[in-house]
């Protein structure tokens, strides 16, 4: 999860992420930020996240991210 | 029934549809939503009623063949020995085809309906001489169709029904009555919010009795609707027509007047309209999803379009944007534009495709023109490089030791956005492409302040009473937005207190449409913008 939360600040670092259950409902994330945390988590964790999972509740908080990676490092994409 | 604000369906069809609602048993209620849906339908449209029926039954039955073509593939997947690759790999190329039919039949209609005159206008230079050689005649005259109503609106959410089951993340409806009437929700067909029916559909067809607080708080939403569309799209419709019909006669800072006021027009009648369709949707026990959070609060051009047109936005997002940005090319485009940029503008760089068809799509959704055209360009280009400079913007900032969060900053910023949006608006109610030009030209050009020394912007179909009355209308639709942003509703309060005081309010709020509406000799009332979207 420390990886994520890497990224994650070097994206914004004026945010708690730790806290935050709605990065995306709130306007934090937006969809360009959103494109490149999926583009550096992708490489981080070397899978591929399709555009279905693009959805708020996987990227509303920093465990919303990490259950979702977790799957598709499971799922193998 | 051109309008929901019209006499007949305030008087006559919504209460008698409630009526029937009311008494009909509550598992065949949504059989009313349905049939006063296709009565509304058909009281604009006419016999054009076909092609919703023909979008609706080509998405069920596509629906279908996907739910069907799933459930095969899991049982052959259950099968012992079963090749699991090679049949997911024919699974996926055979819903791939029945979803790709499904969308091909509901886009051409779109296509055919709003863009054919445009195409055969912008083919007619290069295909007249070509066809000519050939001894065939291009046409010459324009192809006009008259459209579906809310065609724009019921194809975007067929197809994300589509989509929708085609990934998953819902299961096709068996019943074809019940995928109608969430096509055709009446409150929905002319101007959206476009659904989800994810989101949606179920509680279309629960059937909740109406309530007294529910008609309460649905009619003080549809109120309020009414009065902002009175009080300020009607009343400033006349200046906006004049100045933007005949924009060569007007100097700039008359038409950066009508600009604004043509923001504010749209914004009041559009968000007017929604409080229509959310009052109207509490009535009958659905919770639709807004399509406005407070625009003019926004501090950027990418916050705008997350406040403004809020289901346009998401559908764009979720079925253009991400599928483009997440797809191969765009993502080995994303890995060069990395070891080229870096791993923060290389995204950001690439990402400009996916954003470039985006904003292409959503200009031409509203309509074929040059105008739509350039209108999605502006917005493309206002929202890549907020994206693009950001990174800039935070390092200048802190390099300054600026502090983002304070008041002077922000105050800059909305003033920033409020520019950007009032030239993106310009552009969007231009009559074509060259005239938008032909506007921002002289707003640059041209811009003096002259017509309002002199008095003649009084003379445009708007007095000075009618502008202090606007400014009024606007200062307590700011503060009321300014206060739901804050997470304070009015209606929550007034509701909260005794029948007395809510009684009051309804009456105050009534009272101040009917005096303060712009009716009657010297208004020429605004007919529902994105109704002809």
């Given at each position: 999860m420390d990886a994520i939360l890497d990224i994650l600040n070097e994206l914004n670092p004026d945010v708690d992420y730790r806290d935050r259950t709605d990065l995306v409902d709130s306007r934090t994330l937006d969809s360009l930020t959103i494109i490149t945390l999926v583009s550096e988590l992708e490489d981080a964790f070397d899978i591929t996240i399709p555009a279905v999972e693009v959805v708020p509740a996987n990227f509303n908080s920093l465990e919303g991210m990490w259950k979702m990676v977790e799957r598709m490092r499971e799922s193998g994409l | 029934m051109k309008s929901y604000f019209s006499l007949t369906v305030l008087a006559l069809f919504l209460p008698a549809t409630m009526l029937c609602y009311?008494?009909?048993?509550?598992?065949?209620?949504?059989?009313?939503?349905?049939?006063?849906?296709?009565?509304?339908?058909?009281?604009?449209?006419?016999?054009?009623?076909?092609?919703?029926?023909?979008?609706?039954?080509?998405?069920?039955?596509?629906?279908?063949?996907?739910?069907?073509?799933?459930?095969?593939?899991?049982?052959?997947?259950?099968?012992?020995?079963?090749?699991?690759?090679?049949?997911?790999?024919?699974?996926?190329?055979?819903?791939?085809?029945?979803?790709?039919?499904?969308?091909?039949?509901?886009?051409?209609?779109?296509?055919?309906?709003?863009?054919l005159s445009f195409a055969q206008r912008l083919l007619a230079p290069l295909a007249t001489p070509l066809l000519a050689h050939a001894g065939i005649t291009f046409p010459q005259e324009a192809v006009a169709l008259a459209a579906p109503i809310g065609i724009s609106f019921y194809t975007l959410q067929a197809v994300s029904y589509l989509i929708d089951v085609h990934r998953q993340s819902i299961s096709a409806d068996r019943n074809p009555a019940r995928l109608a009437l969430f096509l055709s929700f009446f409150p929905l067909i002319m101007e959206g919010p476009i659904c989800r029916y994810g989101d949606t559909a179920q509680a279309l067809w629960a059937g909740r009795p109406i309530t007294a607080e529910n008609i309460s708080r649905g009619g003080m939403r549809i109120l309020w609707g009414l009065a902002k569309k009175?009080?300020?799209?009607?009343?400033?419709?006349?200046?906006?027509?004049?100045?933007?019909?005949?924009?060569?006669?007007?100097?700039?800072?008359?038409?950066?007047?009508?600009?604004?006021?043509?923001?504010?027009?749209?914004?009041?009648?559009f968000s007017g309209t929604m409080d229509f369709v959310m009052g109207c949707g509490r009535i009958f026990g659905v919770t639709l999803p807004e399509n406005f959070k407070q625009p003019y609060l926004s501090r950027t051009a990418s916050e705008f379009w997350q406040r403004w047109h809020i289901t346009l936005g998401t559908w764009f997002r979720d079925y253009v944007f991400y599928p483009l940005s997440l797809s191969k090319p765009v993502k080995r485009l994303t890995s060069a534009a990395r070891k080229a940029f870096g791993n923060r503008m290389g995204p950001l760089a690439a990402s400009g495709v996916a954003l470039l068809a985006v904003w292409l799509g959503n200009g031409l959704w509203h309509g074929a023109g040059g105008q739509y055209v350039l209108f999605g360009l502006f917005w493309f280009v206002a929202i890549w490089i907020g994206g693009l400079t950001e990174p800039f913007a935070q390092a200048l900032c802190e390099r300054l030791r600026i502090d983002r969060a304070s008041m002077p900053y922000r105050v800059l910023q909305h003033v920033r956005t409020l520019a950007i949006i009032f030239v993106g608006e310009l552009i969007f109610r231009a009559q074509g492409g060259s005239a938008a030009l032909g506007m921002l030209g002289k707003l640059l050009g041209g811009f003096t302040l002259e017509s309002f020394a002199n008095g003649t912007v009084l003379g445009l179909g708007m007095d000075a009473a009618d502008f202090v009355c606007v400014g009024i209308a606007v200062a307590v639709i700011v503060a009321v937005g300014i206060l739901r942003e804050r997470g304070v509703s009015l209606t929550t309060w007034f509701w909260s207190h005794n029948a007395v005081t809510w009684s009051a309010a309804v009456c105050a709020l009534a009272i101040i449409a009917v005096i303060f509406g712009a009716y009657g000799a010297g208004y020429v009332p605004v007919d529902p913008m994105y109704a002809s979207f």
């Open positions: - | 009311q008494l009909m048993p509550r598992r065949l209620r949504w059989l009313v939503l349905l049939a006063a849906s296709y009565i509304f339908f058909w009281s604009i449209s006419g016999k054009l009623l076909v092609f919703l029926l023909i979008s609706t039954g080509t998405i069920w039955l596509a629906g279908i063949g996907l739910d069907r073509l799933l459930r095969e593939r899991a049982s052959r997947l259950r099968a012992p020995g079963a090749n699991r690759r090679d049949i997911k790999r024919r699974y996926a190329r055979y819903m791939r085809f029945v979803l790709a039919a499904g969308l091909v039949v509901n886009l051409s209609m779109l296509f055919a309906f709003k863009y009175v009080i300020v799209a009607d009343r400033v419709n006349l200046l906006v027509k004049t100045v933007f019909e005949q924009y060569g006669s007007y100097d700039g800072g008359v038409i950066a007047l009508a600009a604004v006021l043509y923001t504010v027009q749209l914004y009041c009648d």
